[in-house]
């Protein structure tokens, strides 16, 4: 080697005296401008070098070249596999590459209803968020719609027609379904349209079209349309036409109620239009004005709305009469007859709510979650008697949704499985082999129909039985109209051209009818339909534009078109209390079963959608799994599991009620009545394996599913609608039932096990109306002081650190979140999945702990030993508040998320500086840095830094749930933000994408950033406003003016950590004695003002 | 030589020349291995591989086949890390700060007391790399230049302060065995007769010939590294103990931490140390070297640091529940430890670390061989138990309760940690087999030399007490 080096060193010496060689016939460098280069010179002179040609490789050198370049070509072949980008050919209108481009639609899908904006990134939506300037539903959401974006890309979506369970082609199936209806048709047969509630009149007039050409030579068609909800609310229906003579679903307003009560109707999660009803009761619940609505809640279990609840009664389902017949009375309604109420007479919920809508006439509103008719018909009585009809609900302007005809749905259901039922069955929006009590015989009847086609999408329980699918599109693919109350008329427009070689049910019914002809995916058959009806009927109702093109794209644009709505008015009451028939559920056995539905997974339409099985049920905080909830004492005395972890399964029981006999585990949960328990509709979905998506089974801790012994894959949960039953012409969502307990223990996934905040008043912090009133915030709100030399000090003047420099330089992103606003739904938690890339993990791995949520929502119930959530009693010391929790407990929740604290206490354990601050107060995280040491996410007082345990997007242990291991799933990710290896620590980034975007907005316009140019996926879907994010810097924004509010706190704000997240404490609005008691200025607290006072 | 009172029990039993602790020492190496050996070093080797295929199991899969979970993001890992962070603490101490105290007795022990700590810090070192959830990328803990520009590691991080305590440590231990194996390599050098390991022991021996120059060098040396290691006797453990001490969390946020963990790593190594001791006693017929007086010692210094440890328990429950802050009520000492579903570690840690060694108070006990290992073993699981307490128990309630958490340990975990148990239980079956195991030229500097044991020797070996054997490398 030294050899050779020298031998270098040699060479150039060569090279050098060669330049000084040829500088006598070519200069070095002109010293005069008179000086001239010689004008020729050979190629050998300006080479110079004359003795470079004899300089030869010998063998060593030649070894060396080889060497070299074999290891570089190695070396060469190494790289990594080449991914294409292959740009357009032609650049589709509206998109611009690495713009998000936002449409307005409308989601719809039988039980939830709203206005959305869907964002879509180089032709694919990937996230849809309510639309808040358009609509009734004026941004309202709930967890479902926002993950509903997922569903588009399932791949176990219909990709072709079926023929008999094989995949078929549109003409084949076409000409063979035209075929039957025609036989049936000159059979003179009956055909049925079995549907949800069709809300579209677009699509009733298909339907108008489709029965004519079907209709006999008398001129009666013979077809019938019957509208069946999975959850009905039938009775509704039928009260206000035995009580008004009006068949409809009042518009409710809890907006204008002072006072809300509710018996058992979960109208925050559920019941009828909850998106709708969460953002105007929200609007009720802001203190500032010294006001909020009073809501008093009666229920079995402890809904999502009963723990919002000021004042909430514990009865059971069979006490619902009761409970409405004493406030009938109460009010001065008039009795009701045959109701025995003494047992409910007592109840300090009922006694407040009697003089609370006495106190409030008017200005109140009751609603009823029966389909009882009778009680609806009671609850129409007292919102009679009190004057609610001009007020808080409209009859004139009703909701044109939920047009389950009970009694109907009953006959022809019957009839099939008799064998007397229609020749031809086209099934669309309706699953009832899936939701109906008698579906599994429904199931074994259809095969024996004549003529059996399914519109669905999947090949579900009753597709899959039917001899025809003929998969409708998916609602981001289609066109289509709603009318979802009278006066509102909104458009769905798609945001995606088809994927798959499907076509929108409305086609297909109109080609069967003859009426149209196929066209393939780029079909404008709908579209063309839709906008006839709409030139016709709407465009000449209007006066507003005078072409029905601006007309069709302004309504288009918003989505929506408003007409003027009909006045309330208060009509007579026309019924009778006396000799009202209640139904009864029969059956014996020791527990009331009170069937609901999770703001999750709902009627079970998204259970195969993974972000929604895994969001923690907001009370349980059970994932991906369906259950019993049975109070605390109940299960004690039954010997059941009351404590759950990663390694302590719950205990299962047996339910048995009538015919039906499942097992499920059981999840002690406060605030449930004794004596009942609750089951989630919605499970045990595709329980023979139908193709449903992949994420609705139960998968193996290694990856594959669970596979009962027919190799079948095992649902997940039981399908608790087998439960239901009809008793006279309603369908039942209560039942009676024996629990006996069943050998062993199943595990259960839950996101927390902890269910008191241990009375930690610096994490959750509450007060009463009164209270807030009356006080000065230090007794509700104290700050903390640390002792000093100097007297009591504020902890924001004690720091042994500089300050963060983003205080008034520059940007300083912040958010509050109003928990007095914030009713737990979850759509933040979907949002933020939706929008982050959050991976799905699994039941296994969120059972270990390890589920990967940004957002999560906090949920505290009350201990006896707390005065509030979070005070405890004067003396009792922590350890007495786990145990003891109220029987019907006040629940508290809270959004956590990394709170971007200025002093964070992960960016100074990083080793590598792998998460750092931002000059905007952004506490941020370089995944590229990141070697995943962990120490950050020990260090997190608020737990919120979430570790990629494995490499979730290939690992095979999520093979089966995590979308971004689908071809087809992956579609759905957001490419601003980057998918996660393993190995590596993330969390909440407040958006930091849509915050660069937002500041992007503000430089193209060239003005400062203002409120709403930054938001957060968290905020944009709140149904409630209860997260506001904006720059704190920035005086006159809304978040830095919440920052100083009397409300105002940061939780665990005595570690010093300066988060830039601020909670508006929670108030309610019940008297607490004690609370007053607790809740007063203290003296150190006295002496700091009066200190600070004097010295400013 | 220097001259001992009378009264000083010897330090080395029985009738010894300096011959004889030559042979002693280097029969090991010379004879054939006993069959025990090899059954031993298979085991160990066994369970080793095993422990290297967890771990390769868990770089090629993820963290998450560890036990871990969102509130508990350290676990058996760092407990491990401490725990044999801890175990090497006694070799230096021994070697280091008793070569600065003179403590002659020492001698007998040092050698095999350092090799563990060595092969203690190999075991502990590990754990921080596989740890990591990029493994790949641990080089960038280290301040190198690098293409990102500006980007440095962040000198905040305690964790940091552990990458260079522990490679100092490390590095500085190395070094101080090595050095002190240099004489006694090259005894064996001179004593060996197959031809490998002949020119194997004459490499290791770095051509050491014995003059005076090289005793003096020797010498010298000895004491510089014996400074230079002194102070990282207290320094590894207390920067170590800093990355809790720093924190936020309740219970890891103290200020006793570094003494505290500084005595609890002395405490614990010199419980392995015995526990190593005392069987090698048996094995290698040492029994004339390591005497009841050394166990008794030892035992003295883990008392000592043994009532340190237990006051600080003391004073951290103390602290706690004087403090009023609700945090604290569930930290590893506290109440809500003691009474809550981890009161089984926590009383694992009482009975082992303050309870069983309270035993060592009586001199009977102290100075028995059987109970001195016994409670040396109950030592060691109460001081990783100590480790895992504060680690656990601490993060699994802190301070939302939302996030209150129990944590479980995979079969990964278990096996990771056996593991280590069988890799170090291998280097150490080999120091024994291949490496001088009692410092030869130091042992013979302590031989009791006085006219009663002149007169008691045999006529034939008057010539070779006469300290020729001193210079080792010419003799025998």
Redesign the interface.
Known sequence: MSNNTSKVIANNKDMANNTTNTSSKMPEYFESRGETAPKEQTVAEFLGDDKLRESSTDRRDFLKFLGFSVAAATLAACEAPVIKAIPYVNKPENVVPGEATWYASTYYDGSSYASILVKTREGRPIFIKGNADYGMTAGAINPQIAASVLSLYDSERLKNPLASGAESTWSAIDSKITDSLNRIKANNGKIVIFSNSIASPSTLAVIEDFKKSFSSVEGTSNVELVQYDAVSYNGIRKANEASFAMNVIPDYDFSKAETIVSVGADFLNGWLLSNVYSKQYGAGRNPKSGKMSKHIQFEANLSLTGSNADFRGMVKPSQYPAVLAAIAEGVGAGSVSGVDTSAVKNNAALKEAIKSLLASKGKSLVVCGSNDVSLQIITNKINHTLGCYTETINLNNPIQMFNSEDDKVEKLVNDIIAGKGPQGIIFYGANPVYTLPNGAALAKALAKTELTVSLASWADETASVCKFIAPDLHALESWNDYNPRKNHYAIAQPTIKPIHNTASAQESLLVWAGVAKRAGRESKVYFDYISALWEKEGFTRQTKYADFYTFWSKSVHDSVVEMPADAATSPAFVASLSGLPIKKVSGSGNFEIELYTKSSIGTGIHAANPWLQEMPDPLTKVTWDNYVTMNLKDAEAAGYNRKM???HGASVVTIKAGNVTFDLPVIPTPGQMQGTIGIALGYGRAENGEKIGKAAFKTKEYGGYEMNDANVRQSIGQNAYRLTSFVGGALMFDAIATLTKADGTYPIAMT???R?????NS?TKETTLDIFNKKQKEAYNPPHLVESVEGPQSIHDITLWKEHPVENVGHRWGMSIDLNSCIGCGSCLIACQSENNVPVVGKD?VR????MHWL?L???FKSENEVAIGLNKKGI???YLEDNIEDNPTVFF?P?MCQHCNHA?CE??????ATTHSNEGLNQMVYN???????C???C???V???????YPS?KKFTEINPSQDELGRMVLNPDVVVR?????EKCSFCVQKVQAGKLVAKKESRPVKDGDVTTACQEVCPTNAIVVGDWNDPSSAVRSLSSEKRSYQ??EE?G?KPNVWYQLKVRNADNKELEKAQVVEEAVAHFLKHNEENH | MHKEAAIREPLILGKKTYHDITVDVCRVVEDRAPKMWYVLFTIACIIGLYGIGCILYLIG????TW????????AWDITNFVWWVGIGHAGTLISAVLLLFKQRWRMAINRSAEAMTIFAVFMAGMF?MI????IW??Y??FPIPNQFGS????F?????WD?FAISTYLSVSVVFWYIGLIPDFATLRDRVKKPIAKKMYSILSFGWSGRAKHWNRFELVSLVLAGLATPLVFSVHSIVSM?FA????PGWHSTIFPPYFVAGAVFSGFAMVQTLLLIMRKAMRLEAYITRQHVGYMNIVIIVTGGIVAVAYATEYFMGWYSGV??E?YTYMS??SA?GRYYWAFWALILCNIAIPGLLWFKKIRTSFVWAWLISIVINIGMWFERFDIIVLC?HH?????????F?PSAIDIGVFLGTIGLFSVFFLLFTRYFPVLALNEVKSIMKVSGEYYKNLPDDHHDEAHGSDNNNSNNH
């Open positions: 972890d990663q390694e927390q096990t902890q008191t905040a241990m009375g930690r994490i791995e270990r702990g390890r589920e999560r906090d949920r505290y010391e922590d350890k809270m956590m206490p100074t354990v990083c080793p590598v500086a840095r990141c070697i995943g040491t962990r120490y996410a020990n260090n007082p608020y737990k830094r979430r570790f990629n345990w494995f490499n690992y290896t393993r190995g590596v620590m939780a665990l570690l950590v | 899969t993820g963290i998450g036990g871990l979970n969102k509130t508990i993001g350290w921080p740890h990591m959830g990029r990328m641990a960038w803990v980007l440095w590691v962040n905040n991080s305690p964790l940091l990458v990355d720093t924190s936020l969390v609700q945090y009520s109440y809500g009474t993060l802190d301070y939302l309760p939302s996030s209150w958490i129990m479980y």
